[in-house]
Structure formats: structure tokens, C-alpha cells
């Protein structure tokens, strides 16, 4: 083809921006390929002006800063597994009439179906109820009182209870500036029937008190005979393995329980109760999920108070509502309603069964793993839907929305590039790019669980009502920024 | 730039064929880039005619259909572990006088450094030797036999020794046409000072000698209480986890440990001999090593003995020769002189310590994982050299000379596309492309040990005479064939 070849036919129009442009070139013949383009700030014009205060000029500099401070405060935490004990001797804040649940704070009337069915089951199971009906009128009637995990440096999948008498992990910060910090998380059930989705039934309290009497001593023994471990460096070699440390652990579970098997044998009070941990653990290729989510909150909570960051450090839901925070206003939730999650169903369910977005697991992707990670483990498409492909993208779209990428979470499939860590609120604005969040389905009803997994985003108010808080919050902080923008 | 620019400079050329031709465009002022191209068979006339002959016309198709039998019955074939034991009690024909080793057969005289040094140590193990020079002397003298690994169903990785008192993993093909099929391999030592790299120090045979009397009995008990474990499976889900089989063998390890651990508690004679052997275990990623090679071997054997089949059933290195076998010839050697390995060196080593090719791991290349599924395991190219696009390549480049894609090993960063399996030795000849295989170095001298990973090729001798042969082959045995085509 030779140039005038090239002006000889239709034109071809690529368009982006103004629909009216389009329809223009569109009225002259041409033949018009739109582009999707979103503004910044989807263009609403109050929040196009904080975007403009808290990114452009010296404010704009003075934030990069500051976000560079705490994403290396989260690159400097070394998260270790200390101990296992009981929640009631070793979360602060923790009482006898205190149930912690997943996201922000909620009321019973307000709870989904699995959070009330997780409650009722919480109430059998301490023994402050004796039937389901008796369970679910005490709750209403305010016999427990009901805090975010969040507020006491926990963190739960799911439903993300914990009561006073559950064996929670403890982790530790044992360097840094997060040195010192301690984190827990509940240990996990399995599949199938199991607290975290709703479920109450005989089999599931008779599994949670097994946990309590003999997998929580066991493990607590075990882990004091062999030491503290190194989380951050296990998640590191199981994301060279397949797992990306939400959706999927099987490598990180596979890597546990061969690093305390030799010491869970040694001193477990027979071998017939070393061997029944080993099968609980093996059976359940999810049980480091609730280490990854310690893990990250742990890395996370190092990143908070950075006084002018823009980076979230908590995403959570509570099956009703989507709450995040960021560094420079640590224990303020930003608000919206829980999404519905797009993705596969297990025979015989489908979207009319499911219930919104539920669980404090986001602490993942606000980590950098999870969704942010899918690149590390493109099997996870055969539970999430989509393509290897799709993997590969979630994780470089994530990249754009993100402040650093972590030189300790290599991705193999990216050239060994790091896990996308540190999610810019000022980004995701810019950008009109939400966060990509893996995550199981629950039963909208109370007592049924798991009937799915898939892909969700936090909905757009989270992001909103941050960026217009930060704004206001840099304007009270740093005035001197702000007058020398104005001057 | 319009047409008109595009002939107003110097003409640019990529050339592919005769070097005459961009020679000529070259002289007339013209950039010729070459392209580097070998025709089919590397131009050889004979070569040519030999190609022609089994590729093309109704033998060409006779010889694809029994390639595509032989690859089914692979694809059939169901290897589980089913038992430990000695090997005098188990392999078809051991002696207390025979040694077995890797690859094609060797005499003392011809052996490698890390051969001989398997040797001394085995005659130190058994018994037959009191001092390092009395096992030299003992083994140039005659004392005991030498004979492949392959000619006994055995394989065995490095110099691949199984002297009569070693346990060995017994594997047996539980359906399909190979039903019944026995492989063996013995059980792998670890890294450092190990007999399989040439090493025969008191720290080499007091290892082994516990293997012998506690890791291999634990393990055989544990067996028997647990059953066979099918490792056709395994494998499928190891490729999931970054794991290709042959130097990277972490995930399957780990799933290995975690399946077998509480059987091993259970059945261990006492807590402190099932940690030891947990912990055994533990510390060596490459366990499965020794699994995944019979593993191959047992699907292999299935393929063998197909008529007119060119499928490569064996492909064997005794550190001084390398020999493959197809399917049409069961147990004839196409045999040539072992390269040296293009990798990576341990600190304080170099290629001048390094030993040719050696071991009979690339059973693994043979059965399509190894080095034909390295895009599955990116995180090897630290190992091996390279980047992980030069992973995913080797696979793509490796599905070029091969009969089928495994449905069951599926790649996850290739769209979950099967591991490219089944050489077809035409095909190696008629692109020219020999198979890749991922390997460890050896020291050249006796008694030092793995000094480095790489990736080699088998010498172009093995398929050149393996081509001449099954042509000559074909013409005896399809004569029918043969007939229609001059007919």
C-alpha cells in the first residue's frame, strides 16, 4: 500500500474524549472506534478541585513523600507468627459480652444474613444461648456487644468472628518501625459448613470446639518448640508457587505445615493428636488464609499515622457495608454499600442465592496480594472465572492505582516484578480505577456458607468521602503547602 | 512517511536461505539482516532422503498414527507409589555383584569422575571395600558388574547408582495398557556431599545408611497405611505450583509431605523417628525428584514398543555419553558424546570444574515435563540461568518437535495449554531443534559433588543414527508402505 492509498478509502477515526467530536467525524463518514475514557474524578467538578490541591504543586510533592515514608514504614515490618492463645487473654479491649465481627461497625438490625447467622453460632458456642431462636433474640436484645476487628488490631474472613473463647494466631513485628505490633486472627475452619459463611449447625460448633481443645494447644506447643515464623518470607516463596495469598494458599499452607511438622510430632501429647492436627491442616488448603490476613494487617498497621499519605491501609466488609482508612486519619472509616461479587457458583447456586461483599480478607489486596497479586497464581482463574490473561492484567492495572511494588513479593510470570503495594487514594480517583478484590460468595441466608468465589470492587463512595476528608485534613496540616500554592 | 521516503534510502534486507543471495544484495549498498536457518535434516543429503521417506507420503501417515497410539497409551498410563524396598528384593535381576548406573551402558575404564566416585562409595556401603583406593582397584578389577538403570526399569538421577541394599521407591502403572508396569527409583539424599554427584565421604554412606534403616522403612510403613498415592496427580497439581519436575521440585515435595505426614506419625515406631523423617524430608525440596523421574519412566514404558512409532522413550546420560531409544526399537541405544552445561556455577566454581551432562533425569524432558515445562515454573530461571520469557519459550519451542500436548499437565502461564510431550525424532531432525533439558553439574572430579544448574542438549549423534536406524526400520517392517509409495 502506498500513501495515497491510505487516504483513498473511509477514514478511520480512534476517538476518545467528547461524544459530540465523535458524532461529528461519525456525520463525515468516518468509521468511529470509541475508546472507554473516564475524566479524572469521573469529572464531577468538587471532586476534580481536591484532586487538584492534593496532587499537583507542593502538596501534591509533599503527599508523594509521605506515601513513599509509610509504603517503606509496610516494606520495613517483619510480621512473625508468635503464639496461639485465647482471644480473651491477648486481644486488647477483649470482654466475656464482646463479639468481634468482619468490616466496619454495623448493629444486628443492620447484619446480613451469614453475620447473624455467624452471631448465633457465636452465642451457642460460649454458651450464652441454648437454641438458635434463643441465640438470635439474645443478640437482638444487646446480651453481646458488637466492635469491628479492626478495632482491636484483628482481622476475620468471611463473617470474621471472634468471640471471647476462640484460639486466636498472635503475630508479631519484630523489626522496624512496626516493631512491637501485634495482630490476630482466628484459625481457619475448612470448608463447607463452617462459621466464617453463616453456618450454626452441631457439626460446626463440635469442629470450633475441637479447634479450642486440642489444633489450638497443639499448634501452640509446636510453634514455642520451633520459634517464631517468618510470615513475609513464607508468603514470598508461595507466591513463586502458585498462591497469590487470598483465593488461594495451597502452596502457603503446604510450606506451613512442613515447617512445624517435626516440632507439631515432637510435642503433641500422642502421636494419634500430631496426626489428627496434620490431617486438619492438610485437609485445608485455606488454612494460611487466616496468617496471610494477619500478615498484611500487621505490614499495614507499620504504614499508618503517616500524617499526609493518601495510602489505604484498611479495606473491610461486614456483608452490608464497604469500609476503608487511610494513613493520615488511622481508625476513620470511609463508607459505601458492599457490592455483589461477579463470579463462579458452585452447582446449584447462582447470583439470586448470594449475598453482598463480605469480610475483613480485603486486608489482602491492601497489601498487595490477594487480587492486587493474581499474576503469581493465573490457576486461580479456574475458581474466579476468567483467563490467565485476565490475571496477568488485573495485577499490571493494579500496578497504576499503587504507590511502590514490592521487592519481596516477586511475581515470576511479571519478570520477577513486585506485587503492586500501597493503594493511592489520589490514584484510583485520577485514574477512575477501583481496587480488584478476589474473594468467596456467601449464602444470603443465615446457616447454609460458601457458594462461590469471584472478583469485587469496593463501591465508589469509600473513595469519594476519603479523598474530600484527606483534602480537608492536608488543608488543616498543611497550611504552609497550601499558602505556598496560594501565594 | 510516504511511499516515496520508503525508496529514497538504502534498502534494507533480511535475508534466510543461501549466503550467496545476501551476499549479492549485500555488494548493490543494501543492510541485509540474516536470519539464522538450517534446512531439514541440516541439509544432508542422505539425512534428507531418510526424512523423506518417514515423513512424507502413506508411511508418513502410517508412522503418525502410530506415534498418536503411542502417546495415547502414555497419556493412559496411571503411576502410583505403591512401596520401599531393597532394591536386590524388588528390580528384576539385581545381584549382589551388579551395580546399576545412569544412562546408556559404561565400563569402568570409560566412566566419569562423579560415575567412579558413585562407585567407590557403593562398594564402601556394601561392604565390598574398606578404603576409597581398595574400591578404585576393586571396581577396575572386575568385582562387580556394571549395567544401566534403564535395562532394569530403574532410573536414577546424576550417576544414578542403585547398588543392591539401597531402598528404592517401587511404582506401578495401575490402568491402561502399561497395567502393571513396575518402576524404581531410589530414594534422593539432599543437596551437598551426596553419592549421586560423586561424593563418598563417612557423611555420604552414614546418610545413607540411615535412609536404609530409618527413612526408608518409616516411610514403607507409612505407605502401606495410607496406600498407593497417585503420582500422575500430583505432578498435575505441582505444575500448578510453579514446580517443572525436574530441577525444581518444591511444590510436589510439599504435597508429598503433607499427604504422607499423618500416615507417618501414625505408623512411626516411635514420635522422635516420624520427626526425624518429617525432617528429613523438609530440608530437601528436590525429594520428589526421585518420584517424578520413575514417575516418567512408568508412562514411558506404556509408549514403548509401538512398531512404527519414532516417539523417544528414553533419553540417558552416564556423564560420558548420552542415549536416547524410540519406541519402534525398545532398549536399542542411539548413543553419542555427552555436551557440556550452559548454567549457573555456585560461588568458587567455574566450567572448568564442571562434568559433561550426566544422570538419567532427562526421563523427565522425555515425558514432557523438565526443561518441556519450564514455562510452568519461572522461578527456575534463578536456578538455571535466563529470564522467565526464556521459560515460557522453551516450552513453545519444545510443543515444535513434540507428538501432543498433556490434557492433564496443564500450563498455567501458557493458558493452561498441556506440556508439549512425545519427541517425535523426525521432527527434531526436520526443524533442526533439539530437545532442552533443565540439569544440575556435577564436579569432573570424584568425591566433590554439585557445583552448579544449567540447561543442555542431547549430541545431534543420538537422533542422526536413531533416524538412519528407524528409516531402515520402517522399510523392513511396512514394506506395504514402502511399495504403495514407488509403486
Excluded at 305 to 330: C, H
Aim: charged share 20%; proline share 7%; with cysteine.
Amino acid at each position: 500500500m502506498n500513501a495515497r492509498d491510505l487516504l483513498a478509502g473511509v477514514p478511520e477515526v480512534i476517538h476518545l474524549g467528547l461524544d459530540t467530536v465523535a458524532e461529528a467525524a461519525a456525520a463525515t463518514g468516518s468509521r468511529v472506534t470509541t475508546v472507554p475514557f473516564l475524566p479524572p474524578a469521573g469529572g464531577e467538578p468538587a471532586r476534580v478541585a481536591q484532586l487538584q490541591r492534593v496532587s499537583c504543586g507542593s502538596l501534591g510533592v509533599t503527599i508523594d513523600a509521605a506515601n513513599q515514608r509509610a509504603v517503606d514504614r509496610f516494606f520495613a515490618s517483619r510480621p512473625h507468627l508468635v503464639g496461639i492463645a485465647l482471644a480473651r487473654d491477648v486481644i486488647a479491649g477483649m470482654a466475656d459480652d464482646l463479639f468481634l465481627h468482619a468490616g466496619p461497625p454495623i448493629s444486628w438490625e443492620r447484619m446480613c444474613g451469614p453475620l447473624r447467622g455467624a452471631v448465633m453460632g457465636g452465642m451457642l458456642l460460649e454458651g450464652l444461648a441454648n437454641t438458635t431462636e434463643d441465640a438470635a433474640a439474645l443478640a437482638a436484645g444487646g446480651r453481646v456487644r458488637f466492635e469491628p476487628c479492626h478495632h482491636h488490631r484483628a482481622v476475620g474472613p468471611m463473617a470474621g468472628l471472634i468471640t471471647p473463647s476462640m484460639p486466636v494466631f498472635i503475630l508479631e513485628d519484630v523489626d522496624g518501625p512496626g516493631r512491637g505490633n501485634r495482630t490476630f486472627c482466628t484459625l481457619n475452619e475448612g470448608l463447607g459448613k463452617v462459621l466464617r459463611y453463616g453456618a450454626y449447625s452441631d457439626e460446626v460448633l463440635i469442629r470450633l470446639r475441637m479447634m479450642r481443645d486440642e489444633l489450638a494447644p497443639v499448634l501452640a506447643t509446636a510453634l514455642v518448640a520451633h520459634g517464631p515464623i517468618d510470615l513475609r518470607l513464607l508468603m514470598a516463596q508461595a507466591l513463586q508457587m502458585g498462591d497469590e495469598g487470598h483465593n488461594r494458599n495451597r502452596a502457603a499452607t503446604s510450606l506451613l505445615l512442613r515447617e512445624l511438622a517435626p516440632a507439631i510430632v515432637r510435642t503433641a501429647p500422642d502421636s494419634e493428636a500430631a496426626a489428627r492436627v496434620l490431617e486438619f491442616i492438610h485437609r485445608n488448603d485455606h488454612f494460611f488464609l487466616n496468617l496471610s490476613m494477619p500478615m498484611a494487617k500487621c505490614m499495614l498497621l507499620a504504614a499508618e499515622g503517616e500524617d499526609l499519605s493518601s495510602m489505604v491501609t484498611v479495606m473491610a466488609r461486614n456483608g452490608t457495608d464497604f469500609g476503608i482508612q487511610i494513613s493520615a486519619m488511622p481508625g476513620r472509616w470511609f463508607v459505601g454499600p458492599a457490592d455483589m461479587v461477579r463470579g463462579l457458583y458452585f452447582p446449584g447456586f447462582s447470583e439470586a442465592d448470594a449475598n453482598p461483599d463480605i469480610g475483613d480478607s480485603a486486608i489482602t489486596e491492601t497489601a498487595g496480594i490477594g487480587g492486587f497479586a493474581m499474576a503469581a497464581a493465573p490457576a486461580i482463574v479456574q475458581f474466579v472465572g476468567g483467563s490467565a490473561e485476565d490475571a496477568l492484567a488485573t495485577t499490571r492495572a493494579m500496578g497504576r492505582i499503587t504507590i511502590a511494588r514490592n521487592p519481596t513479593f516477586a511475581i515470576p510470570a511479571l519478570s520477577f516484578a513486585g506485587a503492586p503495594t500501597g493503594i493511592d487514594v489520589r490514584l484510583v480517583e485520577e485514574l477512575s480505577l477501583l481496587p480488584t478484590i478476589n474473594t468467596g460468595i456467601a449464602h444470603r441466608s443465615p446457616g447454609i456458607g460458601q457458594v462461590g468465589a469471584g472478583l469485587v470492587n469496593p463501591p465508589w463512595a469509600c473513595f469519594h468521602d476519603a479523598l474530600a476528608a484527606f483534602t480537608e485534613h492536608c488543608l488543616a496540616h498543611a497550611p504552609e503547602n497550601v499558602a505556598s500554592e496560594e501565594a
